[in-house]
């Protein structure tokens, strides 16, 4: 007799399961990864550092060395952090902790799509508002906020993926206005040079998430981290893994933070490249490229954005097409990479792209 298997509950029936796109080309620029990966002298501290690890023991729960050297960066106290295996994770860990069927969480569209799919996972219902035409937040956002009951808003700043700051003022709105725990995703602070942390000391219901992933070439290694009141802290630690980041990862991003002279040279120059990039799309006829505070560019064809990326993945580019995604039709998400990689890019659009 053929038995048959558990089925999964409701709510997971209902998902697909998170498709990145990848395609193998020569050039990738579907990600937002830093396009430079560690230098040979950063490198061989994380290896030296390895080397002296006891990889029979669990690593520190609490992560409370790295904890500690977050912390200090941003004048808080280790009670203000957690960290977590990326921050897709530490989302996940705050709706199991803030979320669920009796509360709401509040996005605005477009924007990074993990935040309604976590939604999903952990049975916390979202209501999804639209950003304006120009991607930022609704005018009275707060009242909007209010009136969707929202017990945690989300807000990508820089938003991900049309690249716009949500500003100051906006986010006290929500702090001051409303009863809900606002997070404000900074995982593209470093090269928009704009965070609000200082506001964690007049705020208990802020929520600062961070990442390695981006400025500092640790995708690989998926490194996360919050910044938060001491009380959002605790019970997000309640509900997380015990071992959820492995010792390699916490040493490794404690070498970083003490480098971040290097990474400060990387940065320019990937904001250099940023506006040569919006320079020569804008000149191009039927492309539009949106001002932006990240590390890509949102791009939108007069024509086909589908028929673009493909054109593009002919010639071994990758990038990330947003067609299906509600208000950015024909749109195309590009990651700023070296030199060489945003050339090669220019080129294909310029040439019929």
């Not at 001491?230 to 404690?254: D, G, T």
């Not at 003490?258 to 020569?280: G, H, M, P, T």
């Amino acid at each position: 007799m053929v038995k048959k298997v558990l089925s999964p509950r409701k709510t997971v029936a209902k998902l697909k399961a998170y498709d990145p796109g990848k395609h193998a080309v020569d050039i990738n620029l579907s990600a937002n990864e830093n396009p430079y990966d560690l230098p040979e002298e950063l490198r061989a501290q994380v290896v030296k550092v390895s080397a002296d690890l006891a990889f029979n023991r669990y690593p520190d729960p609490d992560a409370r060395d790295l904890r500690a050297v977050i912390a200090k960066r941003y004048g808080l106290e280790p009670g203000n952090v957690v960290v977590g295996n990326g921050g897709d994770e530490l989302l996940l860990s705050l709706l199991l902790a803030f979320g669920g069927e009796s509360r709401s969480a509040v996005t605005f569209e477009p924007t990074f799509s993990m935040y309604k799919i976590l939604c999903d996972v952990t049975s916390t219902p979202c209501v999804t508002l639209r950003r304006r035409d120009d991607f930022a937040l609704p005018e009275a956002v707060a009242d909007k906020v209010n009136q969707a009951k929202g017990d945690i808003v989300f807000v990508c700043s820089p938003n991900n993926p049309s690249g716009n700051l949500a500003t100051e003022d906006e986010i006290v709105s929500l702090l001051e206005e409303t009863d809900s725990l606002v997070v404000v995703d900074e995982a593209y602070e470093e090269f928009s040079r704009a965070s609000i942390y200082k506001l964690l000391d007049t705020y208990p219901n802020l929520a600062i998430l961070r990442t390695f992933s981006k400025a500092f070439s640790l995708a690989g290694l998926r490194v996360g981290y919050l910044l938060g009141s001491p009380e959002v802290i605790l019970n997000i630690k309640k509900v997380k893994l015990p071992y959820n980041l492995n010792a390699f990862s916490q040493a490794a991003a404690k070498i970083l933070l003490a480098n971040e002279d290097y990474f400060e040279k990387v940065i320019s120059e990937i904001l250099a490249e940023r506006e040569r990039v919006f320079n020569a799309v804008q000149a191009l006829p039927g492309l539009e490229a949106y001002p932006s505070f990240a590390n890509f560019i949102l791009i939108k064809s007069e024509r086909s954005g589908p028929e673009l990326w493909r054109k593009l993945l002919s010639k071994s580019i990758l990038v990330r097409d947003f067609d299906g995604a509600a208000g950015l039709e024909n749109c195309l998400r590009v990651t700023i990479g070296s030199p060489e990689q945003n050339s090669a890019l220019i080129d294909v659009l310029a040439n019929g792209g």
